[in-house]
């Protein structure tokens, strides 16, 4: 009996024993089969998340931030320990216990979910093998996956420590609103850092990871009230909090910035601009779209707020007052459906979506508005964000489009999407709505230091919402008479002087296409002219015979050593500036004129650092030799060591500074460009008016201008770079020497002053004085020759339809040192007049 009963329990035993090795048998050939060729986890011991990469101002501020997941990387030691508490406490209280997943969790899950015959399919994954599911595989519910979950999870664990999976996790996980990681989930939510954060706040986060989409704070407050306040009773339960804090914080109501109750953190920003756009662009072309969007980086920008606001405002004024002048009402081209204009709610709503442009700061606040009412003396509106008051009707008398030629019925439709801003009186008081438009024309605006290629503002057209096509660095455009200045460099350069003589006749050229016949601006000649005076007002054929005199190769060579072209056609019209290029790159050339003739590559950034703080670029590759020495007298500043190439003779570069200083004092600028500092500079336009520009400097800001119809076509006539774009200048300017300051140009050793007539450039007397006199300087050793012409090899055709010059041909005067002398009598069209392609 006793040898069957041993029998009996010895076979059980056995079988138990048997099931229990093929069991753990099993699980192992099953592990090993699911082990092989899994993801290296060694690879999480380097990882580096994606993370959003910032641009500040030079006072520190943030000013843009572009990412593709919006995450900010916090290390583990910077995480509040409370915030760890909450997530531990949601997601996995034995998370510093277990060694990768937790049996009795995985067991319980099993359980449940054959109870409820997989009506309830609950997680059982700890943090680890959340990080290995989020890093290392897929999201689905297989239980192939949940079994390489498990394997990979005790194999990191095994290699980093609990802190480093800790910080992988709460800087990985996805926690709704494009928010990744617990440092940008804080912002989003409440607008705070991780260390301002409340134990209901960190209880608000630790409820996301489980299903973001289905815990949102407006649309689920109260499910995601019940899921904050579990997290803190589990947290009162492992002794995170105390229970008279978990009282405490359990009764605090649901806030958040989604609710309204914080300002949001993308309200601290400025609206994207031209100007970051723009480092956006060139940094994902330096760096790798790539690396820019997911490196974290940190990019300290050149921009000058406060001039970039002058530079918005400067441009945008002059497009304005030129499409007013147009009297011609586009809109928006937008229109609410009748459905949406139903309640206000609804109207709201539509307009809320309407995509328009909310980014517009022209005296005041531009509005997006709904046309609600049309009538015979007024329109009725609804103001986007502004809600009706009587103390501002939201009215629009009819006096308001009296610079348009129809009336409200045949102007405006019901539905139509407008802008509006407040008038206001000198004390600020209300007067009326008044409606705007975006102008259909369109320009760019530049400025930047002349030593170290600073960009201080940039603005690539009216409004970056509306357009953010950059027509400062993206739109290529003929210069005009801005590119003369480079031609007129060739030729100082290459022996020419200011006081040479070049005659202003008429020119023929044979073409392929027929016979070219360029001309003045004022359809007029001159006769034999110095050569100041053809910078001044822009002359035409004198600048083509300058041209031919010296060599098209020759301009060529220069006009790309200054940058503003790469290839230029060596061919004659192009001395008129008629081959495109872009406002950046002109704007940049000519600090080369202020800086005397020095190398400088304009940037908008002065540094960028990875996410680590090393710096990986830096603009300003001068050393300061005596920076650190203490015994630097206070009477002298630290030398800077610069070893920037010359791009052209620095006696040059000031002679054209001097040439295009009479531009502004009595050229085709003069009247329009008004600063109290010394200021140089030229104006451009070209056929037709397509494109104007000016482009001009001080001795330490140049700043250029250019504006013009996206699709090329006249602006019409009176339309020129000085008249258009030499008040654009003149506004900015004011304010950037108000601030930055500006003296005389440095003149520089190797040379000296000769007075001159500036009609005739015959030579006078040292003590020689007048309108008529001009003191140029001239290179050391190089005795001028004077009274010795130039007319580029062209003869004066019989053929041609001149200008009947009979008073204002070439004729015979009394210089003013008594001699005579053959001249074209003085140009007469003034400031208005800037030459062009012809």
């Given amino acids: 009996m006793l040898r069957s009963v041993l029998t009996f329990f010895g076979s059980i035993f056995t079988l138990v024993t048997l099931s229990l090795l093929m069991v753990a048998l099993s699980i192992g050939a099953i592990f090993y089969i699911y082990g092989r060729d899994l993801p290296s986890h060694q690879s999480l011991a380097n990882y580096t998340p994606p993370t959003i990469s910032r641009i500040f101002s030079g006072e520190g501020r943030i000013i843009d931030e572009f990412s593709r997941e919006r995450r900010l990387f916090t290390p583990a030691e910077e995480i509040p320990v409370l915030i760890k508490e909450a997530f531990i406490s949601a997601e996995d209280k034995n998370f510093y216990t277990h060694s990768g997943y937790d049996a009795r969790g995985i067991v319980a899950a099993a359980v449940e979910a054959a109870r409820t015959r997989g009506g309830t399919v ?47 996790y709460l800087n990985e996980i996805f926690l709704g609103q494009n928010s990744y990681g617990v440092a940008a989930a804080s912002q989003t939510y409440f607008n705070k850092s991780l260390g301002e954060l409340a134990p209901h706040e960190a209880a608000f986060l630790a409820s996301m990871p489980k299903a973001p989409s289905d815990f949102h704070p407006v649309r689920a407050a109260e499910r995601l009230k019940q899921r904050r306040d579990f997290v803190l009773r589990e947290m009162a339960e492992n002794g995170y909090i105390t229970r008279a804090v978990y009282e405490s914080e359990k009764a605090q109501p649901l806030r958040s910035v989604q609710n309204g109750d914080f300002e949001p953190f993308s309200k601290s920003l400025p609206p994207r601009d031209y100007f970051t756009d723009e480092i956006r662009r060139q940094l994902s072309r330096d760096f790798g779209e790539g690396e820019f969007f997911t490196g974290g980086l940190s990019v300290r920008a050149t921009i000058d707020p406060e001039m970039q606001v002058e530079a918005a405002l400067a441009l945008q004024s002059k497009l304005e007052e030129y499409d007013r002048q147009r009297g011609k009402w586009r809109g928006t081209g937008v229109t609410l459906p009748a459905e949406s204009l139903t309640s206000e709610e609804a109207w709201r709503e539509a307009l809320g979506a309407a995509d328009v442009a909310r980014d517009i700061q022209l005296d005041g606040q531009w509005y997006p508005a709904v046309v609600l009412k049309i009538e015979d003396q007024s329109l009725s509106i609804g103001i986007e964000g502004v809600p009706a008051s009587d103390a501002e009707p939201q009215v629009v008398p009819r006096k308001d489009i009296s610079w348009l030629p129809g009336n409200f019925q045949k102007t405006f439709e019901v539905g139509d999407v407008v802008h509006v801003r407040r008038m206001t009186g000198n004390d600020g008081s209300f007067i009326r709505w008044t409606l705007r ?26 409004s970056y919402q509306y357009s953010v096509f950059n027509r400062a660095t993206q739109a290529k455009r003929q210069p005009g008479s801005s590119f003369k200045p480079f031609v007129y460099a060739a030729a100082l350069d290459s022996g020419y002087s200011p006081a040479t003589i070049i005659v202003d006749a008429p020119i023929e050229v044979n073409t392929p296409q027929g016979v070219w016949r360029p001309r003045n601006s004022s359809n007029k000649f001159y006769g034999p002219t110095p050569l100041r005076t053809g910078i001044e007002q822009s002359r035409n054929l004198m600048t083509i015979r300058l041209a031919q005199e010296i060599g098209m190769e020759t301009v060529a060579s220069y006009a790309e050593r200054f940058g503003v072209y790469d290839d230029m056609g060596p061919y004659l019209a192009n001395s008129l500036g008629s081959e495109e290029t872009t406002l950046f790159n002109m704007v940049a050339a000519y600090a080369m004129f202020a800086n005397g003739g020095e190398r400088v590559e304009p940037t908008l950034v002065d540094r960028v650092q990875d996410r680590y703080g090393e710096t990986v670029y830096r603009h300003d590759p001068r050393r300061c030799v005596d920076c650190f020495d203490p015994n630097i007298p206070p009477t002298r500043g630290p030398r800077i060591v610069s070893d920037r190439e010359r791009v052209i003779d620095a006696v040059t570069a000031y002679q054209l500074t001097s040439m295009m200083r009479g531009v502004v004092q009595r050229g085709t600028a003069a009247g329009n460009v008004r600063l109290d500092v010394p200021v140089a500079g030229k104006t451009g336009t070209t056929n037709d008016a397509r494109d104007v520009w000016f482009v001009g400097f001080t001795s330490n800001i140049v700043a250029g201008c250019y504006i013009g119809f996206d699709q090329p076509r006249g602006l019409g006539r009176g339309a020129y770079g000085a008249g258009m774009c030499g008040p654009v200048f003149t506004q900015f300017m004011r304010k950037a020497t108000a601030k930055y300051g500006g003296g005389e140009f440095e003149l520089p050793p190797g040379g000296h002053f000769i007075k001159i007539d500036r009609y005739t450039g015959a030579r006078l007397p040292d003590n020689a004085s007048g309108q008529y006199v001009v003191a140029e300087y001239f290179r050391d050793g190089e005795e001028p020759i004077f009274g010795l012409a130039y007319d580029g090899g062209f003869a004066m055709g019989n053929d041609l339809e001149l200008f009947q010059s009979d008073e204002e041909a070439v004729k015979e005067v009394t210089t003013s040192t008594g001699d005579t002398a053959v001249v074209g009598e003085k140009a007469t069209f003034g400031s208005i007049s800037s030459g062009g392609l012809y």
């Fill in 437 to 462: 438009q975006v102008p259909e024309v369109q320009g760019g605006f530049m400025a930047m230091d002349v030593n170290t290629g600073r960009v201080i503002a940039m603005q690539g057209g009216f």
């Fill in 122 to 168: 609950r997680g059982a994954s700890t943090i680890t093998q959340q990080v290995m599911k989020n890093f290392l595989l897929s999201g689905d519910r297989k239980i192939e996956r949940k079994i390489k979950e498990i394997i990979l999870a005790t194999r990191i664990e095994e290699t980093l420590d609990k802190e480093r999976i800790l910080e992988l």
